[in-house]
């Protein structure tokens, strides 16, 4: 299965995601066809695989980075993870245009995500409550921080404007999340 994604990884780097053919990717793969469709039933279930293996890779990322920032205070745990998510989408700009652009997938998958991510990033501000404006929906707080984290590394990476560098734009990203958790 690993083999026929990477395939799919290659032949996007390459090119365009509708013409990408079952039996290409078996050949880049170097399966048979037979082999591939043991595994996908067709090339939308590989797409939808593709999807769920990069939000798996981020889920990864992003329980790594606040386990490796458990203790530290807000403004750092911020900084920390919009480096991650930046730095996970940025190695690969192009495929990662492409894959969110181009390859159809699941929306299922993405909503799973978005509650996983809701959940850890509630657990991470609950802890730190004392360092935010009394009062707060911590649920709302922390669908708008997921969203903005999100959406903002996700332009960064894909819609950055040709001025602003990625350090600066990483630095923008997480002065905006704090004020907005500040206020």
């Known amino acids: 299965m690993e083999a026929v994604l990477d395939a799919v990884v290659r032949i996007l780097r390459r090119g365009n995601a509708r013409a990408i ?30 999807h769920e293996r ?4 981020i ?8 386990v490796e920032h ?7 745990l911020i900084r920390a993870l919009v480096d991650a998510m930046v730095e996970a989408h ?12 181009e390859v159809p997938h699941r929306a299922g998958a993405t909503r799973d995500f978005a509650v996983r991510l809701h959940g850890v990033f509630r657990l991470a501000i609950a802890v730190r409550a004392h360092e935010l404006k009394r009062g707060r ?8 921080v997921t969203h903005m984290v999100e959406s903002l590394c996700h332009g960064a990476v894909l819609r ?11 630095k923008e990203i997480t002065k905006a999340v704090l004020a907005y958790l500040r206020a």
């Open 21 to 50: 053919t079952t039996n290409h990717i078996a050949a880049t793969a170097g399966v048979s066809i037979g082999s591939l469709y043991q595994y996908f039933p067709d090339k939308g279930a590989i797409f939808i695989a593709l």
């Open 160 to 170: 950055r404007p040709a001025g602003l560098s990625l350090a600066s734009a990483k």
């Open 59 to 66: 889920d990864q990322l992003i329980h790594s980075t606040l």
């Open 70 to 76: 458990a203790s530290a205070p807000l403004d750092e």
């Open 54 to 57: 990069h939000l798996r890779q």
């Open 90 to 101: 940025a190695t690969d700009p192009e495929f990662f245009k492409r894959l969110q652009m």
């Open 137 to 144: 929906d911590l649920d709302t707080t922390v669908f708008v």
